[in-house]
């Protein structure tokens, strides 16, 4: 990749070693060589999931926009972002009251913040009642995010951790905060099976508590 004078570009590795580029001024060149063919085969997890792939990103060395925005990293990008969501966000008499009524049982910030977030959850199964068996197919992921906490921020409350066991999929999830850092780990493993119409409600009922899980918030408080 030829770039112009005074950019720079980075990289991200997925499923291989951290590959390197080779960089000749602003030329940047990423190379593997002898990878082994990926047989076809049924049920595989996709090609994107098993091909190595860079993800390269590019962006001017000063950081002046001349051309077009570009951001060097996903903090930039929040700081762009905030500039345009702040301004919007208007805390009126109205929205306050619903604020109030929303969290009226609530008895800490934590069970504040799920009160209202509850009110926009949108379920995967939404349908009251259902006519044909649930056809569900086999799919898995390990998941581990881990979040640096900014400067001067604390955790107060976090969620509990999640264990959902049934017939037909596990969800296990748990968070820990450990050195300045929020860890957040969560798995899926989804059995392919039939589910009959008499069964809908148990695989409603999983996929709204993931829904659940994964919108809980963290609070944090700056000391």
């Known amino acids: 990749m030829s770039l112009p004078s005074n950019w720079k570009a ?3 590795t997925f499923n291989h070693a ?3 580029p080779q960089v000749s001024g602003t030329n940047y060149t990423w190379e593997l060589r002898n990878l082994a063919p990926i ?3 049924p049920m595989s997890p996709s090609v994107r999931n098993i091909a190595p792939r860079v993800a390269v990103n590019y962006s001017p060395e000063n950081g002046s926009q001349a051309v077009s925005r570009a951001f060097a990293d996903w903090t930039e990008v929040s700081q762009w972002a905030t500039g345009l969501y702040d301004p919007q966000v208007i805390v009126d008499d109205n929205v306050a009251a619903k604020a109030r009524e929303l969290t009226a049982n609530a008895k800490t910030e ?3 913040i799920q009160a209202i977030v509850n009110q926009s959850n949108s379920v995967y199964l939404t349908e009251k009642t259902r006519a044909h068996p649930v056809l569900l197919d086999a ?3 390990n998941e581990t995010a881990t979040f ?3 400067t001067g921020f604390v955790i107060d409350e976090m969620p509990d951790a999640v264990s959902l066991k049934t017939p037909f999929g ?7 905060a450990k ?3 929020l860890v957040f780990t969560r798995k899926l493993v989804m059995n392919r099976t039939t589910v009959p119409v008499e069964k809908y409600n148990s695989v409603k009922d999983f996929y709204s508590k993931i829904l659940a899980a994964e919108q809980s918030p963290v609070v944090l408080l700056k000391k």
């Open 148 to 150: 640096t906490l900014s």
């Open 39 to 41: 047989p076809p085969e």
């Open 10 to 12: 980075s990289s991200i």
């Open 170 to 176: 596990n969800y296990p999830t748990n968070y820990a």
């Open 18 to 20: 951290p590959v390197a």
């Open 139 to 141: 799919e898995s992921f």
């Open 110 to 112: 934590l069970e504040k």
């Open 179 to 181: 050195d300045g850092k």
